[in-house]
């Protein structure tokens, strides 16, 4: 089992950033693939950013958020700037049971998924 912890969202103004932390404990590995998703009111739950053997964004961050991963820590991080009024959802950290995945986009990918954590932009 893996467990996923989200922390470090937040209320900001347009314009703004946040830098969310997604820790990960029990049976994981530094190679496993992990990302973030975000599910707004109403909305499927989309695709956001990951880290596997390279980085991933969907269109719509590219540019603005930037994925990390401290392996020594077991934590991922999405580093958000200029958030904009389309931005807020809840997020979700997600990791993958292994290495290999074939995309990294589909939700469906990942095995493990953390509780999320609220972002709001305020224009």
């Known amino acids: 089992q893996v ?10 103004q347009a314009g703004g950033s946040l830098r969310l932390s997604c820790a990960a404990s029990g049976r994981t590995s530094s190679r496993y693939l992990m990302g973030w998703f975000r599910q707004a009111p109403g909305k499927e739950r989309e695709f956001v950013a990951a880290w596997g053997w390279t980085t991933y964004y969907a269109d719509s961050v590219k ?46 990918e990942y095995r493990y998924w953390g509780q999320g954590t609220q972002v709001t932009v305020s224009s």
């Open 3 to 12: 467990q996923l912890v989200e922390s470090g969202g937040g209320s900001v």
């Open 63 to 108: 540019g603005r958020f930037t994925i990390s991963r401290d392996n020594a820590k077991n934590t991922v991080y999405l580093q958000m700037n200029n958030l904009k009024p389309e931005d807020p959802a809840l997020y979700y950290c997600a990791a993958a049971s292994g290495s290999f995945y074939i995309t990294a986009l589909s939700a469906s």
